[in-house]
């Protein structure tokens, strides 16, 4: 490729230009150019703009002509399949003010891949299928990039100082060519640490629950001061119910001292779950077992969610044993020997309820600890007691048992996630205060 | 809203303006744009154009810029939170040639949402929060669209023939507002059926489990053959491991003859389990309710997957009682009686264990059935004899108890997915085929 080695990250700038009715129809969502934005990152390199645009030619030359005023390299996804909607390379031959001709590179990439398939499938054609010439019909002067995982080739053009590289849109065919014929050109082609315009920046991540977007960073400020932001770059990202934080800089000193300012802060740092790729239940899965200890869950309005969110951790079954979903007040009795008196005197909802459906799955499932949830999630259910939102959480370890209750104000989905996580949190903070069992003899 | 009653479509010109870093970078997929996509396709009009954009001033203005050349209708989300990277106010405020303001109505809204989530919950601060004050700050000229779901309200500029609408990027708020600002009024403003230009498309869904995109359209292609599908457009859409068939089409006499077709092909009947906004687990829910029936889950791999997915839906507690997660084998024995020779004998993941599984869970909790799951999901765990998505369903009745096992070819997350909906799927052609017990007496 033709990027100059120790190459300055300033004088590149990244477009992407995805293809396709589809796309804009909502029918995919574009998931290749997210993912290419992902690796750009870990290069310590941007994406500067990004187009979508419809399968016609006029729309399509245009988005070429805005990219080229304004970006180095541009990578253009889709269009390339065999059917009549796919125009991308007649478009970039108008651009280019080129005709489109049958390239030879291309016709021999694709009766090569037709050949191996037929190999390795006896049903498949070993010759050229129809559609597929119409594959291989490319912008005059454009450079053929050959595609192992797939019959459409990709192409390279330039025009300018600007580079285009067009990918079929197919999810496994785009990662392929791109790090073959753009990332891996790129990351050689970066300058190495240390070396002038070098010097990938640092990014850090840190994950919080329980705190709104705008109280995190009412937070982060009042730590720093507006002045004393300089050198970072602060974005904070909403997954419900978590908000993250990410900082970006050249400056490992700003970094670190942000991280220690996070840390010690008493009205945020027991917010803080985690860094990096940490996941909320994956952070509690790995205390546990850090500490030896046992989990069951006993849940009535979360319905399995708390189970599910555990269980998606790969390893989670070296603490998390099982649980009972009690949506039926029955069950809550049966398996969870919730006594009638409870739920006739206080209800389902109800601190002795949650209380007594924690005793009971430690009980039955015999763990350190037992997390339990029981609430009104909505739309109905809600009265002028207990309205829709209320919750109440607890925990059961070996001495005692936590209580919590919350009011919610969201819908049912939101209701019933943000309290899987409260529920969890309860005992997240309640590892957090109290002391680590000796998993190993001291020696 | 200012959209002439009765304007043709062709006059529409609609283009989405998606602002923030953290969809460039991958780290967040662009959902919103794609849903208005989807949405805007059901009243039979097309987004024309699609710029993403970066947490820039001066790229957001050439974003507006070139969408005024060219649209009609600006949809802008992201950008109108309380932190500094949220920039898009000033930017439409530069780009109108106005200043931003302090807008007392976008004031008086913050404050009152405010003071609802002080009500529901009372550690929420009843006042404006520091940074809620920037939200307000809008152009001069910008009508304000009250936000009845969040904080940040939404706004409307007019330039030229163009008029923008401005929604936060949160999903819920985006697709709220969306509803109520743009996709309600251009509803009531498109021609009615027969008047000139009008005639809104028919729109039908069919949703399948258990066949790959590439056989539905198979299928279908096949009932129909080629010169039939004129006069209607198909779209598919893989929302795993749903396939959504859409059609559309301005015949209703062609609607009619493919649902004919779908319903009485009996390669495909079997595998349709619902028509529009269906759901998977609703549509059983909906199955066992009017049976007058109940239903239990004893899941392992799953791990109260399928707990959640059933109870994701309001009123669930008419047919779902609840279930087991016997995630380790311990609780299969102590919880589902599952005896420790079934386990020593076959291991967890059997046809022996899954049928144990689900005829403890439908003693235990007393129900008409109870489904069960135990597989090997992965990433670890596989066997040369049990690979990696090895996975065993059953289903109890009060007759019989129905097993399947399937091979699955996926990653843990979709290898846990795909297994809830196979026992569930079990469960749900099983009443197929089963006779409805009278509920009521007959009179």
Same mark, same amino acid.
């Given at each position: ?14 477009? @992407? ?17 997210? *993912? ?14 990004? @187009? ?7 729309? %399509? ?30 478009? +970039? ?19 090569? *891949? ?6 390795? =499938? ?12 119409? @594959? ?31 990918? /079929? ?45 705008? +109280? ?39 970094? +670190? ?9 008493? &009205? ?55 649980? %009972?979903?009690?949506?039926?007040? +029955? ?5 969870? =020997? ?46 002028? =007691? ?22 919610? /104000?969201?819908?049912?989905? &939101?209701? &019933? ?12 903070? @309640? ?13």
């Amino acid at each position: 490729m033709s990027l100059p080695t120790g190459a300055s990250r300033a004088s590149i700038v990244i477009e @992407q230009i995805a293809i396709g009715d589809e796309l804009l129809r909502g029918l995919v969502v574009d998931e290749n150019s997210a *993912w290419l934005g992902r690796e750009a990152a870990s290069l310590g390199l941007e994406i500067a703009h990004r @187009q979508i645009v419809a399968d016609r030619i006029d729309d %399509i030359v245009a988005a070429y002509r805005l990219a080229t005023s304004r970006s180095t390299w541009v990578v253009v996804s889709g269009g390339l399949g065999p059917t009549v909607d796919d125009l991308t390379a007649e478009a +970039a031959a108008v651009f280019l003010g080129e005709s489109v001709a049958l390239n030879a590179e291309a016709l021999e990439q694709i009766a090569t *891949w037709r050949a191996a398939r037929a190999r390795l =499938d006896k049903s498949a054609p070993a010759s050229l299928h129809n559609l597929d010439e119409k @594959q291989a019909w490319l912008p005059a002067s454009a450079d053929v990039l050959m595609n192992p995982v797939g019959t459409a080739p990709g192409f390279r053009v330039c025009s300018g100082g600007t580079t285009f590289v067009h990918f /079929p849109g197919v999810p496994r065919e785009y990662k392929k060519l791109a790090q073959l014929y753009f990332l891996g050109p790129l990351r050689d082609a970066m300058p190495v640490e240390g070396e002038s315009g070098g010097r990938t920046p640092i990014s850090r991540t840190w994950k919080f629950f329980g705190l709104t977007e705008s +109280a995190v960073a009412e937070h982060v400020n009042a730590l720093f001061g507006s002045g004393r932001l300089d050198e970072l770059t602060l974005h904070y990202r909403a997954h419900f119910p978590e908000i993250h934080l990410t900082i970006v800089s050249h400056s490992a000193d700003r970094v +670190a001292a942000l991280e220690r300012h996070i840390i010690q802060d008493s &009205r945020i740092r027991h917010r803080l779950f985690g860094e990096g790729d940490a996941t909320f239940a994956g952070a509690l899965i790995d205390s546990l077992v850090e500490r030896g200890e046992t989990l069951s869950v006993a849940e009535s309005c979360t319905g399995g969610l708390i189970g599910q969110m555990l269980t998606t951790i790969p390893g989670a079954s070296r603490a998390f044993m099982g649980g %009972i979903i009690a949506y039926d007040n +029955a069950v809550k009795t049966a398996l969870l =020997d919730v006594s009638p008196e409870v739920l006739g005197s206080f209800g389902a909802v109800s601190r002795e309820c949650a209380e007594a459906m924690a005793r009971g799955a430690r009980a039955k499932l015999g763990t350190t600890w037992a997390v339990a949830v029981t609430g009104i999630a909505g739309p109905g259910g809600g009265t002028a =007691d207990k309205p829709v939102g209320t919750i109440h959480f607890a925990v059961a370890g070996e001495h005692d048992v936590h209580h919590r209750s919350v009011t919610l /104000p969201f819908e049912r989905d &939101r209701n &019933r996630l943000a309290s899987a996580y409260g529920a969890l949190d309860l005992l997240r903070r @309640q590892l957090a205060l109290s002391p680590q069992l000796p998993v190993r003899p001291t020696a």
